[in-house]
């Protein structure tokens, strides 16, 4: 029965269906850069083959560029996703964590000296260090979300306003260069592995949430505090637990894109460093369809929402757009998503949609 | 009538708590560090600086009020800066025609902004960060070096001084300096008292604070929401245009990184002056002391010789930390 | 709620009066107390434009260490982030807690004169260092501290055109890009200037410029859309170290090597403000020439003020003297101007004994 109904579907009402699943937006969106490109110019996709200054093989190319880069979002996306899901809001401080969690690293690697010869700590442990410091932060966000009910978007100014000063003064403002080149692997190459690190950092970081969702009730508990707080708390559930939690989770992803973006530079620059990232995680979470209201959630969208950022990036870098000039197009395409994502239009849209089938029936 | 009573206390005790730190920490400084907090100029110089931060709250704290947010201000601000700058003195335009330039600027924001967020009921949030990426590029667009105007009509109308009489003070020659503000400050004084007055005797500002409330009811109530809120955001787009011109003046330079975070100031000067995000309740007079308590901090931060630039950031935040957790223990409080 | 108006207003009305009284009359009492308290020392106010980049911190340490309590002064310290305003509100507030000196390191030349004004009219001695400011009376200021750019800009030229003289490189295969300095400060506008004219002198290729903003993300940046455009470059001249490292990232990052031999397809980088990370560079031969640009202004700022302490006039302008370094020894020496300026050849030694 299913079946034959399957197949009776027409193209419109399966035109219908694709229209109203969520991960749509994206996918619709990096198709259409994808399909731009290959008009404008096709050797956007050529990949090269070649050896890097270390003496390892690289791929590069615009597509690897748009993974290399894109890695970092990704890993904030996932977080971000789930702290709009459980709040409701968004965390504005990620870009100002990453500057202290990246500031620690440095800090826990150089000890006292800024220009070490030799590591002072295993990177591990610096990394290790950074993770617990960023998941304190982020539960300095989730304390006064969840118990202290301040919006995060003003909860996580603090942070924001505070972070890069923070970051700054773990280093006495120092800005310290780490020579071991093992340190630059991870946001660059492995040698003998020619595809970017980040790019399998983010693999994990995805994987371990996609098991993580799997395996346990996280999501399904982060969605029902999104929808209905009180109606969660009736049926047994701690929502402000589950939003501290979000926000710790969130840390832990600030911590590992710390470690990629201080790797990229073996240094660090506290008031550049993942400028503005903030908003592009936000956007990566909006673009993949999910309502910044809270709620249902989909992580696999958001991901997809964020390489497609770095795509529309990458694509408007190649045009040689001004880095600074390039807010403006984001904000075009953004606008764009947004409004015909929304519900009033939609709505307006399927009330024409269903004038003309009826007019075309009479 | 018991029970309304106390709701008012509860909002103006924040307010009262923010002039009360103000206060406090005006006189601190003085104490601490006499010499500059005494003459009135440092208190003028003060305003003078954040002239244009006060117009651009003001609006925050409108559009706050209703339940919204606008994170556009700063680009427009720079947007406007820069675009006033260009036409003064690549196209050899005059004073009255950037005036003209930055109105319209404002209103434009103002009116595609309030129109997503009111009518197709877009996330203010979302809708306003695509506004502030717009105008940062635009600004860069426009013109990418940063430059200093020339033109002579705006340098004169720039350089324009009001003294207030009797406030001056000696300086090191022993020489009588008259204290001043600039022509900003008393736009900024302006805006401030006209919106106070509509916030609390208008329809206009009671229907703000009622879709702020509980938009809900405010429907029952038979008030054109949506209307009420793309007013809003005109308003605090316009806002952000006067304020744009006026940050203008006071800079005399065109920039893309002009006004910097300046949406984020005036958010923390809002809130540290007792408007919840969660709209509703606010109050211009607590804006107002907002944006001195803020401007006073990093004024005492950078007086005291305190070497890094970061203490200012450090300091904000905990003074933002410490009004959103009375504000939350307030409210706690209210709904017991 | 009466009472609470009343309260406030009480408190307005005292802090008034205070303000008004404290500054008509009792200033006089207060500043005669200061005077009675000799061991205040010297009071020096100095505005950094920011900490950007390694050697701004060089050249904010230095002041910090010269200007210490130890020695007998107050220092007052502050960042403006890169904005003229905040400058300008820091000058502001130096003359109203009446410094005896103020020290400016400008981020752009002009929009001085109303702030500078302001100074000399509260009779205190303005003293510029690093990048120059340019106001329509040069009496604003008392003395200007800092490097000669346009020189640096002639050495770093010379250099080149004499190592590809020696390496028999004819100039039409020099193809030059130039990451630039942020546009309009003194460094960026000298250095621009010089390799101008020595590429229309000596017939070189400049293929592009553009600003990286002193900074290494930018330059990076700026870079990486050069490589895509031209496949050709073979000298990358940068306003400064920052940049150097950030172009040498995107090179290497396009697969293509950098270093001095350009006629093997290396691409060469030469760079300034010889900062340790940017010397450490020049020894491991990825930069191949980085002409110094003193930073240590303290003592020379300090010598003014002793100058002016004593009574005489210090000199109007005070060039810092500045080294250059190279990967390579076979040019020794240039001349620019009739002066001769030796090439120290770089080693750990040399290196360890820097002070920044």
């Known amino acids: 029965m299913q079946t034959k109904k399957a197949n009776k579907l027409t193209v419109s009402e399966l035109f219908g269906k694709l229209l109203s699943q969520q991960i749509f937006i994206p996918i619709a969106a990096l198709l259409l850069l994808a399909i731009f490109n290959l008009i404008a110019d096709p050797s956007f996709y050529k990949i090269t083959y070649g050896i890097n200054s270390a003496g390892a093989p690289v791929l590069s190319g615009y597509l690897m560029t748009i993974l290399d880069y894109g890695s970092e979002l990704a890993i904030l996306a996932v977080g971000m996703t789930l702290v709009t899901a459980a709040s409701g809001g968004q965390d504005i401080s990620v870009g100002a964590t990453i500057a202290i969690a990246g500031s620690v690293i440095l800090r826990v690697l150089c000890g006292t000296n800024s220009r070490p010869d030799t590591l002072q700590a295993p990177i591990i442990v610096a990394f290790l260090v950074a993770c617990v410091v960023a998941m304190i932060f982020g539960a300095f966000n989730g304390v006064l979300v969840a118990y202290f009910k301040i919006q995060p978007m003003v909860a996580t100014l603090i942070l924001f306003t505070a972070g890069r000063s923070i970051a700054a003064w773990i280093n006495n403002n120092e800005l310290p260069i780490i020579s071991d080149p093992v340190f630059s692997y991870f946001g660059g190459f492995i040698p003998g592995i020619p595809i970017p690190t980040p790019f399998f950092i983010a693999a994990a970081v995805v994987a371990v949430a996609a098991l993580a969702l799997k395996f346990t009730n996280l999501g399904l508990y982060t969605q029902a505090v999104g929808i209905n707080e009180s109606s969660s708390r009736l049926n047994g559930l701690n929502p402000a637990f589950i939003k501290f939690l979000s926000f710790v989770i969130l840390g832990l992803c600030v911590a590992v894109a710390a470690l990629i973006k201080v790797s990229r530079l073996s240094s660090i620059n506290y008031s550049v460093i993942a400028k503005d990232i903030e908003m592009d995680a936000i956007l990566a979470v909006a673009l993949g369809g999910n309502a910044l209201s809270g709620g249902k959630f989909n992580l696999t969208a958001s991901i997809m929402g964020a390489y497609v950022i770095q795509f529309l990036t990458t694509t408007l870098y190649k045009f040689n757009v001004q880095s600074d000039a390039l807010p403006a197009y984001k904000a075009v395409v953004v606008i764009f998503l947004v409004v015909i994502s929304s519900s009033v239009v939609r709505d307006y849209l399927r009330n024409i949609g269903s004038k003309i089938s009826k007019k075309g029936v009479a | 009538m018991q029970k309304k009573r106390k709701t008012l206390t509860d909002a103006n005790l924040l307010l009262t708590i923010t002039i009360v730190v103000f206060f406090l920490m005006y006189i601190g400084a003085i104490l601490f560090q006499g010499k500059g907090f005494l003459k009135p100029q440092t208190f003028f110089n003060i305003l003078n600086a954040n002239a244009a931060l006060l117009i651009l709250s003001c609006g925050m704290s409108v559009v706050m009020i209703t339940g919204g947010i606008d994170i556009s201000v700063g680009g427009v601000t720079a947007l406007v800066s820069m675009c006033c700058a260009v036409y003064l003195d690549y196209h050899n335009g005059n004073v009255l025609g950037a005036v003209a330039i930055a109105l319209a600027i404002g209103l434009a924001f103002g009116i595609v902004q309030g129109f997503l967020v009111a009518y197709l009921d877009i996330q203010p949030f979302i809708v306003s960060l695509a506004g502030m990426f717009f105008a940062r590029g635009m600004t860069t667009i426009v013109n990418t070096n940063p430059f200093n105007v020339a033109n002579e009509e705006f340098v004169a109308l720039k350089n324009v001084r009001i003294i207030i009489p009797g406030m001056g003070s000696l300086n090191k020659l022993g020489k009588y300096v008259n204290a001043y503000v600039e022509i900003g400050v008393i736009i900024a004084i302006l805006v401030v008292i006209i919106l106070f007055c509509v916030l609390k005797w208008t329809r206009l500002g009671r229907f703000f604070y009622a879709v702020g409330g509980n938009s809900q009811s405010a429907l029952m109530l038979g008030i054109n929401v949506k209307r009420t809120k793309f007013l809003s955001h005109l308003l605090c787009s316009l806002l952000a245009g006067i304020g744009g011109f006026v940050y203008f003046m006071h800079v005399g330079s065109g920039a893309a990184s002009h006004a910097m975070g300046a949406e984020m100031n005036a958010i923390a000067s809002s809130i540290i002056g007792g408007t919840m995000l969660t709209g509703g309740v606010g109050n211009i007079i607590g804006t107002f002391f907002g944006v001195l308590s803020l401007s006073t901090i990093q004024n005492i931060v950078s007086s005291a010789g305190l070497d890094q630039a970061w203490w200012t950031g450090i300091t904000i935040a905990a003074m933002l930390c410490l009004f959103l957790v009375i504000q939350s223990v307030v409210m706690a409080r209210k709904k017991k | ?356």
């Open chain 3, 1 to 356: 709620m009466k009472k609470l108006l009343v309260l406030l207003g009480i408190i307005v009305l005292c802090l008034l009066a205070v303000g008004y009284f404290g500054s008509v009359t009792p200033v006089e009492n207060i500043a005669g107390m200061e005077d009675e308290v000799p061991g205040d020392g010297i009071v020096v106010g100095f505005s950094q434009l920011g900490a950007e980049s390694d050697w701004r911190t060089a050249n904010t340490e230095s002041m910090k260490s010269t200007f210490s309590e130890e020695k007998g002064y107050e220092f007052l310290f502050d960042d403006a982030q890169q904005k003229q305003e905040n400058q300008i509100k820091a000058i502001r507030n130096f003359i109203l807690q009446e410094v005896d000196y103020i020290v400016l390191a400008p981020v752009t030349e002009t929009g001085w004169d109303t702030v500078l004004q302001e100074a000399k009219d509260a009779g205190i001695p303005v003293i510029i260092v690093d990048r120059m400011v340019d106001v329509a009376d040069n009496r604003l200021f008392t003395a200007w501290v800092g490097s000669d750019f346009e020189l640096e800009g002639k050495k770093a030229c010379e250099w080149l055109h004499a190592y590809t003289k020696l390496k028999s490189i004819p100039a039409e295969n020099i193809h030059i890009v130039n990451i630039q300095g942020t546009i309009g400060a003194s460094a960026q506008i000298g250095r621009t200037a010089s390799l101008r004219r020595a590429a229309k002198d000596y017939g070189w290729d400049l293929l592009a410029e553009e600003s990286g903003e002193y900074t290494q993300a930018k330059a990076r940046e700026v870079m990486g859309s050069f490589l895509k455009q031209y496949d050709n470059i073979n000298v990358v001249y940068c306003e400064n170290d920052n940049e150097a490292f950030g172009a040498i990232e995107a090179i290497e990052n396009a697969g293509k090597r950098v270093g001095k031999d350009i006629e093997s397809g290396e691409i060469m980088i030469m760079s300034f403000d010889s900062t340790n990370a940017g010397l450490t560079d020049v020894l491991e031969g990825k930069i191949a020439l980085n002409i110094e640009c003193n930073p240590l202004h303290g003592p020379r700022v300090q010598s003014i003020i002793e100058t002016l302490e004593t009574g005489g006039t210090p000199d109007k302008q005070a060039y810092v003297e500045e080294d250059m370094f190279a990967t390579d020894t076979s040019v020794t020496s240039i001349t620019v101007n009739g002066f001769n300026y030796p090439v120290t050849k770089l080693t750990e030694a040399v290196l360890k004994e820097r002070t920044y």
